[in-house]
């Protein structure tokens, strides 16, 4: 059973441009959540998606943004990138959203911001 | 506002002790609480899922308690292995009706000396 995919696993871009970040969920897993992981601040919630709607956002500018497909697979958009945006992405698949069933990791993207 | 705290932020223990790492949560009104293992620069492992219903769980060399009442959770792993040096991260949902996110831990980086 394959796990949640994320691409690209590095990224580095310049400051003010723009990035796009994937996420696949576990197959048959409709919830996808982003976080962003810094040595300073340790994980953060950006935001949660369901059945393509999104449910939940966490303390983040409206520079970051996201979707979801039909077929749960997930997008995250950094746009005006800036220095203090560096840092390693995470996203969590579930099956329902529920969190009753825990939540299951990809290995994240390294983004890199010079 | 919930806050998560680990403590030690560092733990170094020689193979074969058994050892034990602590997670605190401010609000007791979890929904579950689960244990994540984190390697350098990748992505996170779920360890144990432990619904607020629930006191502990196990598995393998590893045990998970939860005492909502005193905000406390800890993980205790057996027999250590140097394959266990890893960042031990906590996290907590605080709902599940729609509004789920996970709340971590600052994280315990466990070191085995072989």
């Known amino acids: 059973k394959a796990g949640v995919t994320q691409t690209p696993r590095y990224l580095i871009k310049t400051r003010g441009q723009q990035v796009t970040l994937s996420c696949s969920p576990i197959s048959g897993h409709r919830s996808v959540s982003w976080y962003q992981q810094t040595p300073g601040q340790g994980l953060q919630f950006l935001f949660e998606?369901?059945?393509?709607?999104?449910?939940n956002k966490g303390n983040f500018p409206g520079r970051f943004s996201g979707r979801q497909f039909s077929n749960s697979r997930s997008e995250m958009n950094v746009s005006t990138l800036e220095l203090g945006d560096s840092a390693l992405y995470l996203c969590?698949?579930?099956?329902?959203?529920?969190?009753?069933?825990?939540?299951?990791f990809g290995s994240g993207t390294r983004l890199t911001v010079v | 506002k919930q806050e998560v705290t680990q403590i030690p932020a560092a733990l170094s223990v020689p193979e074969g002790e058994n050892l034990v790492l602590n997670c605190s949560f401010t609000?007791?009104?979890?929904?579950?609480l689960q244990w994540f293992r984190q390697d350098p620069g990748k992505g996170l492992t779920s360890l144990l899922l432990i619904q607020s219903s629930q006191r502990e769980q196990t598995s393998g060399r590893l045990n998970a308690s939860l005492d909502k009442s005193s905000g406390r959770s800890t993980l205790y792993i057996a027999a250590s292995q140097p394959g266990d040096s890893a960042t031990y991260l906590c996290a907590v949902s605080l709902s599940n009706s729609g509004n789920e996110k996970l709340t971590f831990g600052t994280g315990t980086r466990l070191t085995i000396i072989p």
């Open positions: 969590a698949s579930s099956p329902s959203g529920r969190v009753d069933y825990g939540y299951t």
């Open positions: 609000d007791s009104a979890i929904y579950n």
């Open positions: 998606y369901f059945s393509e709607t999104q449910r």
